[in-house]
């Protein structure tokens, strides 16, 4: 009777939903979740909005607040342009749902609140939501409230990494290397006309270690993977693949395959074009026309550990309060089955001899041109595919290691941990640091005696 009585609460919100007013009343639904479900949630906001509107997230886990050793951490966000409403109220149903089916005691939902650290952020854009809601689902329009307040489309307003990347790759023999991934944010970037929303969703990526994300948008049905930048200067549209195209593909077609609609070949298509052959998926790259394009998935992926797609959930942007129950139930076992992917590949902690974890380590898979890093405890999570893999380690100060690393076909990531030793030159200038030059001059001191003892013997 329990576990009816707080499913029956989702339906209940249903019967009476209608889209909160203004973005005030997401921050109260927010709220009464956190009331419902206070030991596993957690609100936070990491900033502001143009016109100072704070940009809520609420993160669900067995211990918010703090990053569990060992725990991978997944995200979701939405409204990035805000009028594509229907991504926000997912993600608004989605934190109803998990506190909901966490109380009844589903082991599914359960389970994964224990083993992940998720983050939902339902509202990246809250001034351009609050404009495209003041005139309504049927007169909004296909534009109007897309935009920040100072009319910047954050999708693409984030640094462009992959023209550094590119341009290091075909110059060989540049002195400027870059590196294949954590590439750093150029300073010309934080001279341009940034948006605060961007700045603030760039620091939160920065600081929580997230493994992989989505960003739900609206207009479409069809899951877009990176790369979303065009390498060649000649096209708009042009298939580039990243060096972890396999996994964004596998990606991908775990959200579309179980999505109610965005596989079914009997469905008309949103608009003119026709995802099925890619079973409702797409490279970013071959579908989008924007010149110089920088959204996040690229962003995310070049300088952060971050593996993120762009999940279009819907052809309506903003569809009628009465059309959300349906929505949702196209979208709600995809959602959870994309957060369960963030347990894909391979896992563990890299630890010095003394079992200290090292941060900043660098884990590298043979085969694929494409490194991650461990975080502050040494401990890291690396999306891939089933398969066997060459994976190495390697730190400042430390001598590189190497194993073999199988990753099944059943759900969870291989435990795959290292433990590196102090090269002899790190030790040295570690002693001298602590000493100065003392126990150099000790240690030829004792070997002159040494050598002197074992003359005298002969």
Request: glycine share 8%; hydrophobic share 35%; aromatic share 10%.
């Amino acid at each position: 009777p329990g576990k009816a009585i707080h499913r029956n609460l989702l339906y209940h919100l249903f019967a009476k939903r209608v889209y909160p007013v203004m973005f005030t009343g997401v921050i109260q639904l927010m709220k009464t979740v956190n009331k419902m479900c206070p030991n596993i949630t957690r609100i936070y906001n990491i900033g502001k909005s143009h016109q100072g509107l704070k940009l809520y997230a609420v993160e669900i886990s067995d211990n918010p607040g703090e990053h569990e050793v060992g725990e991978p951490e997944f995200r979701y966000t939405a409204g990035a342009h805000g009028n594509e409403v229907l991504g926000r109220e997912l993600i608004l149903l989605l934190m109803q749902f998990m506190c909901q089916e966490y109380l009844a005691g589903n082991p599914r939902i359960v389970h994964l609140i224990e083993d992940t650290r998720i983050h939902l952020l339902p509202s990246v854009n809250p001034d351009g939501y609050d404009k495209a809601y003041k005139a309504g689902s049927e007169l909004g329009g296909w534009s109007l409230g897309r935009w920040t307040q100072d009319g910047i489309d954050i999708n693409n307003n984030f640094p462009d990494l992959n023209s550094l990347l590119w341009e290091s790759e075909d110059q060989k023999k540049s002195k400027r290397k870059v590196p294949n991934h954590h590439i750093p944010i150029p300073d010309w970037y934080l001279s341009e006309n940034v948006a605060v929303e961007t700045r603030a969703i760039i620091a939160w990526m920065e600081k929580i270690p997230f493994v992989l994300g989505g960003n739900l948008q609206g207009g479409e049905l069809v899951v877009a993977y990176p790369y979303d930048m065009v390498r060649s200067l000649w096209k708009t549209q042009d298939y580039t693949p990243t060096p972890d195209d396999h996994v964004f593909r596998w990606l991908a077609y775990s959200y579309a395959s179980t999505h109610r609609l965005m596989t079914d070949a009997r469905r008309r298509a949103c608009h003119t074009e026709d995802f099925q052959k890619e079973d409702g998926t797409v490279n970013g790259a071959s579908w989008h026309t924007v010149a110089g394009s920088r959204c996040i998935n690229d962003f995310s992926y070049l300088h952060t550990n971050c593996f993120e797609l762009s999940i279009y959930v819907g052809c309506d942007k903003y569809p009628h309060e009465s059309e959300l129950p349906e929505e949702w139930e196209n979208n709600r076992e995809s959602l959870i089955v994309f957060m369960e992917q963030v347990h894909r590949g391979i896992k563990g902690i890299v630890k010095d001899i003394h079992g200290r974890g090292i941060p900043h380590a660098i884990i590298s898979v043979e085969g694929v041109n494409h490194d991650i890093r461990t975080g502050a405890d040494g401990d890291y999570w690396r999306l891939l595919n089933p398969g066997e893999y060459m994976v190495s380690v390697k730190a400042e100060g430390y001598t590189t290691a190497t194993k073999n690393c199988e990753v099944g076909y059943d759900m969870g990531a291989t435990r795959c941990d290292f433990t590196i030793s102090k090269t002899n030159l790190a030790r040295i200038k570690e002693i001298m640091r602590k000493f100065g030059k003392q126990p150099i001059s000790l240690s030829l001191r004792r070997l002159r005696q040494r050598a002197r003892q074992w003359r005298q013997r002969r």
